[in-house]
């Protein structure tokens, strides 16, 4: 069973920067994508950005030029730096990563969640 831990989250004030992390752990082999989503109350879970484990990336249009995902393979280990952020960025972000491990082959797992409340 692979577990994904995010940290991070919290509340800030319009324009200011937060800064998540989500650290893989159990008996894993290798990561291929690992990645983010939010999903605010009424709405669905959206993908904000994700990254291969070549360091490609893509980005929602929403935030690109505000955020930057980067990852430390040695760690098993994705971040998202969130800058200039805005009210609608409000949510609940959710770390996800997919590869091998010995436990059960291919894996495909969902952290549990970091609240980021953006408002004055």
């Known amino acids: 069973q692979v577990q994904l831990v995010e940290s991070g989250g919290g509340l800030v004030q319009p324009g200011g920067s937060l800064r998540l992390s989500c650290a893989a752990s159990g008996s894993i082999l290798s990561v291929n994508d690992m990645g983010w989503h939010r999903q605010a109350p009424g709405n669905e879970r959206d993908l904000v950005a994700r990254?291969?484990?070549?360091?490609?990336?893509n980005y929602a249009d929403s935030v690109k030029g505000r955020f930057t995902i980067s990852r430390d393979n040695a760690k098993n280990t994705v971040y998202l730096q969130m800058n200039s952020l805005k009210p609608e960025d409000t949510a609940v972000y959710y770390c996800k990563a997919e590869g091998r491990s010995l436990a059960s082959g291919y894996f495909y797992s969902w952290g549990q969640g970091t609240q980021v409340t953006v408002s004055s």
């Open positions: 990254i291969t484990s070549t360091g490609a990336t």
